[in-house]
C-alpha cells in the first residue's frame, strides 16, 4: 500500500470533511490527471481508494466487525476504482456484508432562479441492496450531488438505513457534499466525507470541479500548494478546467474519453500535456 495523508478540514456545512492526498490521486488529478486513461487509470483508481479506505480503519470508522460494513457501488465509478476490491484488500480477508449497486442518471432542470451553476435533478435506472450493512462505504464524483441524493433517498426506502456512511469522493465539491450531509442528518445517519485532493469549486455549468476555481479547498500541505501552482501553469488559470472529467469515459471507453478531451481542448483553448 503506499503512503498517504489524510487532512481533516473545515467547510462550512460538513461536521467531519477530510481531504486526502497520495501520489495515486496525483496521477489521478493532476499528473497526468486526464490523460491517464484505461488500465493505468484503473491501476491509479484502485490504489486511491485502498489508500482512502485504510485511512478511513485508521481513523477509527470501520465497526468493530467486518460483517458490518458493506460497500455500496454508484455505476459506474466506484466499478472503475473497484470499490468492493479495495475494500477486501484493506481488510486482509476478514469477510465483509458484501456489495450492492446503484445506478442514477442525472438530467439538467430549466433554470427558475439563479444558482451560480446549472442545477440538476436525477432518477434511479438501477439497484441492488441485498447485502447492507450499519456502515456503508460508497465512492463517486459530486458536482450538484443531485444523482446520490436521489439515489440515498431510493436506497433509503428499500433497505435499512446505515448507521454511518464513509463517502469518498475522487473529486467532489463542497456544494454538492452539503446536500449529501443534510439528507443524512434528516434521517439521523453519521456521513463522513473524503474529498480526493482537494475539496473542488464548482463550474457554472454543474459539473466542472476545477483546481483553478476560487471556491477550491486545499490541504494546506506542500503537495496540495504545488498541484495547485502546477495546475495554474498547465491550464492558464482557467476556471472552467474540470480536474477528471467523465471518469466512466476514462475507464470504459478510451477512444471515447479522447475525443471529449480534444473538443474540449479546442472549445476552452488549452492543451494537455501528453
Not at 456502515?135 to 433509503?156: I, N, Q, Y
Amino acid at each position: 500500500m503506499e503512503d498517504y495523508q489524510l487532512t481533516k478540514v473545515t467547510i462550512e456545512g460538513l461536521a467531519s470533511p477530510y481531504i486526502l492526498e497520495a501520489d495515486s490521486i496525483d496521477k489521478l488529478l493532476i499528473n497526468p490527471g486526464r490523460k491517464l486513461l484505461g488500465y493505468k487509470r484503473q491501476k491509479a483508481a484502485f490504489a486511491a481508494t485502498v489508500s482512502w479506505l485504510s485511512a478511513m480503519k485508521a481513523e477509527g470508522y470501520f465497526p468493530h466487525s467486518a460483517t458490518d460494513l458493506c460497500t455500496v457501488t454508484v455505476m459506474a465509478e466506484a466499478a472503475g476504482h473497484n470499490l468492493s476490491g479495495a475494500l477486501s484488500t484493506v481488510l486482509n480477508d476478514d469477510i465483509y456484508r458484501g456489495d450492492n449497486f446503484m445506478g442514477v442518471s442525472r438530467f439538467a432542470l430549466a433554470d427558475k432562479a439563479p444558482e451560480g451553476y446549472t442545477n440538476y435533478d436525477a432518477r434511479v435506472t438501477y439497484m441492488r441492496l441485498h447485502s447492507v450493512a450499519p456502515v456503508w462505504c460508497m465512492l463517486d464524483t459530486v458536482a450538484t450531488g443531485a444523482t446520490l441524493v436521489r439515489g440515498l433517498e431510493a436506497a433509503f426506502q428499500n433497505a435499512q438505513k446505515p448507521e454511518r456512511i464513509l463517502m469518498g469522493t475522487p473529486a467532489g465539491a463542497a456544494v454538492g457534499m452539503r446536500k449529501l450531509e443534510d439528507l443524512c442528518r434528516r434521517e439521523k445517519i453519521e456521513f463522513i466525507p473524503t474529498f480526493f485532493g482537494a475539496t473542488f469549486g464548482l463550474f457554472e455549468d454543474g459539473s466542472g470541479l476545477p483546481w483553478c476555481h476560487p471556491d477550491t479547498i486545499l490541504a494546506g500541505t506542500e503537495r496540495s500548494r504545488v498541484n495547485l501552482e502546477n495546475a495554474r501553469k498547465i491550464f492558464n488559470n482557467n476556471q472552467a478546467f474540470c480536474a477528471v472529467g467523465d471518469c466512466s469515459a476514462n475507464f470504459f471507453d478510451v477512444q471515447v474519453a479522447l475525443e471529449h478531451l480534444h473538443d474540449e481542448e479546442n472549445r476552452l483553448g488549452w492543451k494537455l500535456p501528453i
